[in-house]
């Protein structure tokens, strides 16, 4: 009982050591904070608070304080804020996609004995066919009903991944070093812009556009200096 304590602690003493700090807010992005020293490409098993083990691929040494190394890295599983974003961009789809084909079924499955309710025969009270008749009309409805639920369901899902597609395109995930030359030409792009907004007031659309062109190339610098200092080598 003792060795397992000890093994326990050694375990809590050893992840107490090496944590996942943020590094910066906005954007959001973390290193890895450890009293130990590695090297590029060094690799390090690190274990969430949820009990997953993940590895780590040390990218460089961001910052050193209070005894602490603070280092960029990278997961070996590939896994990043880009990822994340498209693979629930691509759940989103496969979601709306299957929520499409079944009401495509309901649809078609509602379209039983199409060519006589065209007709617009009415119901014959008390003839054998009245019952048939209604129940064809009620399992239509209800039919249709399942068609619209479903294509709502479908549209739901379209926007939500429309939506985070417009996230990831504003948000420009910087925790991965191939994220500087798309920083830098969103930078080059809006400095432009507000260089042109500048220099022709008259072709501004409306009276901040000058402010927010200059805070977007405000942002975008400040995001760039955060991505150099975590991978620029």
Known sequence: MLICRDIINLIKEIMSKEILKKYSSNPKVFVLETENIYKKDDVVNYTTKYGKE??????????SKNGKNYYSYLRADGTNRRTMLESKIKKRREWAESQENKSTKYFEASQEGRDFLV???????????????????????????????????????????????????????????????????????????????????????????????????????????????????
């Open 119 to 233: 007709l617009a025969e009415p119901i014959k009270i008390g003839h054998h066919s009245e019952k048939r008749h209604r129940a064809l009309i009620e399992r239509n409805s209800k039919r249709m009903d399942k068609c619209l639920e479903h294509y709502k369901k479908s549209e739901e899902h379209e926007v939500k991944a429309e939506n985070i597609e417009h996230q990831l395109q504003k948000e420009l995930p910087i925790d991965t070093p191939d994220c500087l030359p798309e920083i830098k030409k969103a930078l080059e792009s809006a400095t432009e812009l507000h260089k042109f907004y500048k220099e022709n007031p008259k072709k501004r659309e409306h009276s901040y556009s000058l402010t927010y062109a200059k805070k977007k190339v405000n942002d975008l610098t400040n995001r760039l200096k955060i991505a150099n200092n975590l991978w620029l080598i």
């Open 54 to 63: 993940i590895e780590l691929i040390i990218w460089k040494l961001v910052l």
